[in-house]
């Protein structure tokens, strides 16, 4: 497929969707109304760990506009949820309290208003514990079990080669500890769901968010129902980053229950706290790394211990230990690696999915090893990087090898080149202004698995139908969150079927419509749901040619569709050897040729072994190299991103345009977590569950980033290509911190780096202890 | 109590609590839900609209503010100015609507991803190139800083407002030139002057009573 001379993949498009999103008449879930509409809000514990004694919900049932009031006993099935079994968040607490947020009761309430004061009069009893802040209290002997099994979420380990023989004949070795702090989504749009009872016996959820047959299945468990009788359809979605998956089946749940016990439409809709303190956050993390290499530079040994403080739940935390574990030994080639990493339950909101999926995590505390090794033996950080780059027929930490798309050292040549070409912003750890600002430049790369891999099979379904008048309706079980996934099914369907952008419709995701096609994460929407929407085009296209080879009476192989009409090869310019599509489609229904395909793609299962974590787990990887030219004030600790060049190896850019936008925005958001975002806890209460005091970045933080496109064709997706979604945070999380380093001479190994803390540093005081992880 | 205010560019009475928030009652009184609400607290911008031109919050203002105000939301935007361009035909109804410079610009530089905080970020800069057709960089951030994205990162944002600037720049020499050319040499100086109504209209415009703080103010105390 990819000698053809390609008139959509390729090409910089505006969003499929995009003309409803400027005007306003895109219905997201919050805009949906519906007759008679009812409101559910619950009340939360408020406090993180306790014994509930009670629950009384009489005072707010006498509340005006209150329909019912609804608690664990309301639950038709088991009051679980979670992602993977055995399931341990319930929907609606009886037992315990295990977060601030835990919710205890439900209201339905005929205006949003109604419901939230009659939750607030919902009066309960709780005999109030001592709440396990901490990794170490959690993991102290005798610590309170906050789940039956203790307090670990899930241990792995990964083993690659003989570390201590490693070890022993490096001769430089480096060794530190770093923590990274709580990240919130902070999508714009909060959590929102409606819930609407059929008369058919039916449920239909609309719902903001990410995995509408994972919000099924768990709506079908709680109301004891089989799943065919539940119907999800994904509303627009104002944004997700993995974060509207667990919350959005815990208040799917709510809503359908709801429902189906008042029998009307029931919206949930969280406020902005609510979405802060009351679903998953980034986890925190403390990674301790040592890095040991020969005095030319050859790394030979790689080990990391990594705790994950994963809060209340489990929710994504065995998967994102896991994540975490196989990327731990970087994008290079360490003949010796081994890497502990533990998840542990904590009486605090709990974490689960959130864009890089732990990889931004162990990417920063990677990386910054990186520099420290390069500072000991004196050698350029980006030259050291390319000496241990990984490359094509080596083995990486688990083992795999590919002999293709691995283009890493690509990366950091484009890198390299493009800086070159700049104007240099100023020496590194230079000084100007009479010493007021601190210049300095940070490298980092990273690589980034695509695919379920580890998590799972990776299968995904698609629907292509072709109507008589030649235009194409599209369907996918991948959700688009606003990263422009259904433009580039659109691309891929318009490229496979010849006919222009404007003829191709992808509809929202109807769990009744398409195959169960699994979570959309791990940046694989692109590269295993494209490929399903490749194959159900490829039948269509079949028919349309069969037919059009009737119509020319030519060979099949003589006919191409392009531009919305089948051209008699080679003759493309000739007029009166090509027919519009409109009548190739209506001829071909006529005379019964099959115009809809409903395809199911499969990745190549992942093999490996569970102890060690050696084996074949990702399809493919994304490859990055980023750099970053920072200035300091010395006198405010404010910090300028001077440049940000980010290349990522990303196989093919079906539409460049997304690629930017995701490149970008995936930066920002890396630099929230590398500069501005902390989520602050005080007695396992967040303090800061609102945008006046989470800093997330506003337009005056926006990076300078320049995106740099490799592509090393990827043998497993749609025109080579594979999915760039998340990979852009970590590099520029780790590219910041290393800049900041080169600037000031102080290595910083504790993310946020903000400026009250660059200033601290600057001044020679002391920083201050350890808190989310330590 | 009955409220009568111009809404996108037509009398509207309607029937509003006297606490209900401006956000709510074009929601769900009104059924415009192209105005989001992100927090309802003021700090995220998403439920922006223009109160005499200048971007308020609707989370923040009592429906009441609005008698005898001027209000434009997302969906009036493409409507309201080719009503002012009816002589050209765009517009039209049944037809989707003829996009504003500013929506086809967000469009076509990718300014848009999830889309959440289009509509309110749209109009923040459309009061911008209203009352300044040429910002600059710093004027565009200064302008938008009220109004979160978690998405695009704002780069394409910046470049979508200036390329609106620019076509929008372009489109009133051209229309300028067109009328100077018809009206002959004598009335140049009167054309040149109506060629700039918008921002004329818009620095009359009075101030919106909660005008949106920059939230970089707070941002220092980090």
């Not at chain 1, 390729?10 to 409803?20: L, S």
Request: a neutral charge; aromatic letters at 6%; proline letters at 5%.
């Amino acid at each position: 497929m990819s000698a053809e001379n390609f008139r959509v993949i390729g090409r910089g498009v505006a969003r499929v969707d995009g003309v409803e999103l400027v005007t306003g008449r895109a219905k997201f879930a919050g805009d949906l109304r519906f007759p008679g509409m009812l409101y559910a809000a619950a009340r939360r514990a408020g406090i993180p760990a306790g014994k509930i004694r009670g629950i009384d919900g009489s005072a707010a049932l006498a509340l005006p506009g209150v329909r019912a009031v609804l608690t664990a006993g309301d639950i038709p099935g088991p009051n679980i949820i979670g992602i993977l079994p055995p399931f341990d968040q319930p929907l609606l607490a009886a037992g315990e309290v295990r977060y601030e947020g835990e919710s205890l009761a439900l209201v339905v309430a005929e205006s949003r208003e109604a419901a939230k004061r009659a939750a607030a009069a919902i009066r309960v009893d709780i005999d109030s514990w001592e709440p396990i802040l901490d990794v170490d209290e959690a993991l102290a002997d005798g610590c309170r079990k906050i789940h039956p099994d203790g307090n670990i979420t899930f241990s792995k380990r990964l083993v690659k080669g003989d570390v201590e023989k490693g070890f022993s004949e490096a001769e430089v070795v480096v060794e530190n500890t770093y923590y990274t702090s709580f990240q919130e989504h902070a999508y714009l749009e909060p959590e929102t769901v409606v819930a609407v009872p059929g008369g058919d016996g039916r449920v239909t959820v609309y719902a903001s968010c990410q995995s509408p047959f994972h919000i099924r299945g768990h709506i079908a468990a709680n109301l004891d129902l089989p799943a065919s009788r539940v119907k999800v359809i994904q509303a627009y979605t104002g944004g997700s980053f993995g974060g509207k998956d667990d919350v959005a089946a815990e208040i799917g749940c709510l809503a359908a229950v709801a429902a189906l016990r008042v029998q009307a439409a029931v919206m949930i809709v969280h406020d902005r706290g609510e979405s802060i303190f009351g679903s998953n956050l980034r986890h925190a993390a403390r990674i301790h790394y040592r890095t040991g290499s020969r005095k030319d530079g050859t790394i030979l040994a790689r080990e990391a211990r990594i705790y994950l403080d994963g809060g209340a739940y489990a929710s994504e935390s065995p998967f994102v230990t896991m994540k975490a574990l196989i990327h731990a030994g970087g994008p290079y080639h360490v003949p010796n690696v081994r890497v502990e990493c533990t998840a542990v339950y904590t009486n605090k909101t709990y974490c689960g999915a959130f864009r890089g999926f732990g990889v931004p995590q162990v990417t920063f505390a990677s990386e910054s090893q990186i520099d420290e090794l390069a500072a000991e033996l004196n050698m350029d950080p980006l030259e050291l990087r390319r000496k241990n780059a990984l490359r094509a027929g080596e083995a990486n930490a688990t083992g795999q090898v590919f002999d293709r798309s691995v283009g890493l050292v690509q990366t950091i040549d484009r890198v390299a080149e493009r800086r070159d070409q700049l104007p240099p912003a100023a020496a590194e750890g230079s000084s100007a202004n009479g010493g007021r600002w601190l210049y300095g430049r940070g490298c980092a790369c990273l690589l980034q698995g695509i695919s379920n891999g580890a998590e799972g099979i990776d299968v995904a379904g698609a629907s292509v139908q072709a109507s008589q008048d030649g235009s194409v309706l599209v369907g996918v079980g991948l959700t688009d969150m606003g990263q422009g996934s259904r433009t580039v099914f659109a691309q891929i369907a318009a490229e496979v079927l010849g006919v222009t952008m404007d003829r191709v419709t992808v509809r929202q995701v109807d769990t009744d419509s398409v195959h169960d096609s699994g979570p959309t994460v791990a940046s694989r929407s692109t590269t295993v749901g494209g490929m399903a929407v490749y194959k159900a085009a490829r039948e269509v296209r079949s028919s349309l040619v069969k037919m059009a080879s009737l119509m020319l009476k030519c060979d099949e192989e003589r006919v191409l569709l392009q531009d919305n009409f089948a051209v008699l090869a080679p003759r493309a310019d000739n007029p009166e050897a090509r027919i519009p599509l409109q009548e190739v489609a209506t001829a071909a229904y006529w005379t019964g040729f099959p115009l809809m395909n409903l395809a199911f793609s499969r990745a190549p299962d992942a093999r490996f072994d569970h102890e060690t974590h050696q084996g074949k787990i990702y399809i493919a990887y994304n490859f990055g190299t980023h750099l970053m030219d920072v200035r300091i004030d010395r006198l405010t600790g404010a910090v300028e991103v001077l440049r940000h060049l980010a290349a990522h190896d990303l196989g093919k850019a079906i539409n460049p345009l997304g690629v930017e936008g995701q490149v970008e925005g995936g930066a920002l958001m890396g630099f929230g977590m590398a500069h501005l975002e902390r989520i602050e806890h005080e007695g396992g209460c967040i303090q800061n569950a609102n945008f006046a005091d989470y800093a997330v970045p506003s337009i005056k933080d926006r990076l300078p980033t320049e995106t740099i496109i490799v592509e090393d064709p990827n043998p497993t997706g749609p025109y080579g290509a594979k999915g760039v979604g998340e990979p852009p945070v970590a590099g520029t999380a780790a590219a910041f911190a290393n800049a900041v380093a080169a600037a000031t001479g102080i290595r910083f190994t504790r993310l946020p780096i903000r400026r009250e803390d660059l200033l601290a540093a600057l001044q020679g005081r002391d920083r201050g202890p350890a808190e989310e992880t330590g | 109590m009955l409220l009568e205010f111009e809404l996108n560019g037509r009398q509207t009475r309607v029937e509003a609590e006297p606490t209900q928030r401006t956000l709510d009652l074009l929601r769900d009184v009104l059924g415009l839900t192209g105005t989001k609400e992100g927090c309802g607290r003021g700090e995220c911008g998403a439920c922006t609209i223009l109160l005499d031109g200048k971007p308020v919050n609707s989370c923040l203002l009592y429906a009441a503010k609005l008698q005898g105000r001027r209000v434009t939301t997302i969906e009036g935007l493409a409507a309201a100015d080719s009503a002012a361009d009816s002589a050209s035909g765009r517009g039209a109804e049944g037809n989707p609507p003829a996009l504003h410079p500013l929506q086809e610009a967000f469009l076509s530089e990718g300014a848009v991803q999830c889309g959440f905080c289009t509509p309110g970020m749209i109009l923040s800069a459309k009061s911008l190139l209203d009352q300044n057709p040429d910002p600059d960089v710093r004027e565009i951030e200064e302008a938008l800083s009220g109004n979160l994205c978690r998405c695009t990162g704002y780069g394409k944002i910046v470049k979508a407002v200036q390329k609106a600037a620019a076509a929008a720049q372009a489109a009133a020499a051209q229309a300028a030139a067109a009328q100077t050319a018809e009206l002959g040499p004598g009335r140049r100086a009167a054309s040149e002057k109506s060629g700039n109504g918008a921002a004329v209209r818009s620095t009359k415009a009075k101030s919106a009573g909660n005008a949106k703080s920059d939230r970089r103010q707070r941002g220092a105390s980090r």
